[in-house]
């Protein structure tokens, strides 16, 4: 196997981009992404992107060809793909294009993560997204993803403690953190009592504590290792790659509180790498709702199961803490366009690791770590890069 790196990135603004169409969005991240590694665009060999429902937000398929026309790439006629993951779209189109550079089946290869979630009204928004947990046992019954992740954090509270400030803190720090993130949907600092007063969406979460509907796109160029210094003297290696899927619905789980796939993803990534949890500089994890990072910090093995909350409160996680988790602003503050947002954490944490993540910047990150939750947990992809 080969060992691949990433040698540029791409990404547009994230918020509501009523002045950007779809295409416009991906083409303008996979023209950054390529201007960055600085190769020419007849060099690529294959393009994979994420995206999770264009059909039902926009009316489109088929987006693998739509994402190569709209690039020019066409008239190479390279394999264009298109991966569905719920919200890990991104994160499993990287691990694809991963596995195809690492096997030397292809030599550079774009990734992108697209989607287009505010030309829908919002209830259509949480339904198309619903149809990401099982249908048959959740969604049918009028459960939404806000709903699913309530009855997680209803359950951490009950079994650790978990306190609703703690909750909230989680989103205070990543709202602070998108004050200096440029491409970030919300540049508002908010405090706990705003996440603790703000509208109930399912009880205990409140509007302050969701991830928002986002439109945006990102994307990233890889190359073999060997021939990353061909164009760039700042190269990022990606140390290891994890997947892991578990059931659909959240009943089918032996505890709510614990990702397996989170886990077992992360579990396989860092034995990939040669490293521990504790050897991470900086970490970008998927905190759709405040639950889930702290869920993230436990699962992937920061933090003892059940002391997240106490973290978060502890200032572990902030930008100046042992570990800082969501520089970017996470998926809560930068937001969160699903498909992109798996790419979009690979590139926040290049940025990092090249020393180019001007205010946000961690001093001396050297590991970083990427990690995209499909739905409620059912899926997972954990990625680990280091600065070559
Ligand atoms: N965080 C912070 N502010 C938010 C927000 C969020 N998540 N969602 C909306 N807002 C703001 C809007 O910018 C708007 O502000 P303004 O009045 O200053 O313009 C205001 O709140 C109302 O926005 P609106 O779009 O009417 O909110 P809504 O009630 O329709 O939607 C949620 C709010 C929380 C229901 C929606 O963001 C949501 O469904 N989030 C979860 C998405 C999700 O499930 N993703 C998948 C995860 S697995």
Same mark, same amino acid.
């Given at each position: ?21 779809f295409?416009?969005l ?26 999770m ?8 398929? &088929? ?13 190479? #006629? ?12 991104g ?14 089946? #292809? ?35 009028g ?12 359950? #951490? ?9 703690q ?7 990543? &709202? ?39 439109d945006?796109?990102?994307a ?15 190269i ?8 892991a ?5 959240? #009943? ?18 860092y ?59 996470g ?6 366009p ?12 290049v ?12 001093p001396?990150?050297?590991i ?21």
């Amino acid at each position: 196997m080969r060992e691949v790196a990433i040698i540029g990135v791409g990404l547009t603004k994230f918020g509501e981009l009523w002045d950007k169409s779809f295409r416009q969005l991906i083409t303008e991240a996979g023209t950054k992404a390529i201007l960055d590694a600085g190769i020419r665009g007849s060099e690529i060999d294959a393009l994979y992107v994420g995206s999770m429902s264009p059909g039902r937000f926009i009316g489109q398929e &088929h987006v693998g060809a739509l994402v190569a026309d709209s690039s020019g790439l066409t008239v190479m #006629h390279i394999p264009a793909t298109r991966i569905e993951s719920a919200c890990a779209s991104g994160g499993m189109a990287l691990r694809h294009a991963y596995i195809a550079v690492a096997a030397g089946i #292809h030599d550079i290869v774009i990734v992108g993560g697209v989607e287009k979630m505010t030309d829908v009204v919002g209830s259509e928004a949480t339904n198309i997204l619903a149809m990401a947990a099982d249908q048959e046992w959740e969604a049918f019954f009028g459960v939404t993803f806000p709903a699913l992740y309530a009855m997680i954090a209803r359950r #951490h509270m009950y079994e650790y403690g978990t306190t609703r400030e703690q909750l909230a803190m989680v989103a205070v720090k990543n &709202h602070e953190n998108a004050l200096l993130n440029p491409n970030a949907q919300f540049h508002r600092k908010i405090t706990v009592e705003d996440v603790i007063n703000s509208p109930p969406v399912a009880t205990p979460l409140n509007l302050l504590d969701c991830s928002p509907i986002s439109d945006g796109a990102a994307a990233l160029v890889l190359c073999p290792l060997e021939k990353a210094k061909e164009y760039t003297d700042k190269i990022v290696k990606i140390a290891g790659s994890g997947q892991a899927t578990d059931s659909l619905a959240l #009943h089918g789980r032996e505890d709510i509180c614990t990702f397996m796939s989170t886990v077992r993803a992360s579990r396989e990534a860092y034995k990939q790498a040669g490293i521990q949890p504790k050897d991470v500089d900086v970490a970008e994890v998927h905190d759709c709702f405040t639950i889930a990072e702290i869920l993230a910090i436990e699962d992937l093995g920061f933090v003892k199961k059940g002391e997240g909350g106490k973290a978060v409160e502890e200032g572990l996680t902030a930008r100046d803490g042992e570990i800082p988790v969501n520089p970017s602003g996470g998926l809560k503050a930068k937001g969160h366009p699903v498909g992109a947002t798996g790419v979009a954490q690979v590139a926040e944490i290049v940025l990092q690791l090249r020393g180019e993540a001007e205010k946000r910047q961690i001093p001396d990150a050297r590991i970083g770590l990427a990690h995209n939750i499909g739905g409620s947990g059912a899926s997972c992809t954990v990625h680990i890069l280091e600065a070559v």
